[in-house]
């Protein structure tokens, strides 16, 4: 079995609340979304195994424990990462998925060797595209297994009906999940006044919010 993947390479973890971390990044290539402000499509790719896989992650320099799996959306290649997943583990190496937190039965097939799940709220006013609050549900009961937390990109048309309907999912299936609200980087100075209005807002339906810009941007790494 092979992977389509764009990139292999060792760096900080820029978002959500394990900034600073450093980890190795495995890109998979393609994504079942087009986001308005989505900021990583590859446009190659190289066809790896298991064993290429796994040679080029552990040839990363840095110091590093943890191995996250970015996109494009991981879960799309959910047999491969279910195999690279296990093997990581096998190798006493800390999971991490991005994703999309769309394709639950996907997750299912993947989550016993996952450690943490960084899953977005892909809210409708700020992608451009269809809501996904269903789907988005179902995803959160099924990660609530490991550990998850939820990241939200509030752009200039995000509208605080978003908001509160992201809170109010968080509270029904956990209330302790912590929600990121992570402003667009390019309108990221015109945003602040509505993120804190925001927070303010989803504070009153659960306890775990937080502001957190994209890092790895102003510090201008990969």
Known sequence: MKAKVSEIFYSIQGEGIYQATPQVFVRFWDCNLDCCFCD?????????????????????QGFW???????????????????????????????????????VEELK??????????????????????????????????????????????????????IVKSAGIIKE???????????DFIHEAFLWGK??????KAEGIIPNVQIIKQLHKHIKVK
């Open 40 to 60: 990583t499509k590859p446009e190659s790719y190289k066809e790896m195994d298991l064993d290429q896989v796994l040679s080029s992650i552990f040839s990363q």
């Open 65 to 103: 424990d943890c191995v996250a799996f970015t996109g494009g959306e991981p879960l799309l290649q959910h047999e491969f990462l279910r195999d690279l997943s296990r093997a990581l583990k096998q190798r006493r190496k800390t999971t991490y998925l991005e994703t999309n937190g769309i394709l």
């Open 109 to 162: 097939k993947v989550i016993d060797y996952l450690d943490i799940i960084a899953m977005d709220f892909k809210l409708p006013s700020s992608t451009k595209i269809s809501d996904f609050w269903d789907k988005h549900r179902d995803f959160l009961k099924e990660a609530c297994k490991k550990e998850v937390f939820v990241k939200a990109v509030v752009t200039a048309f995000t509208d605080e009906e978003d």
């Open 173 to 183: 299936v956990n209330q302790n999940i912590f929600l990121v609200l992570q402003p």
């Open 195 to 200: 993120l804190a209005e925001f927070k303010e």
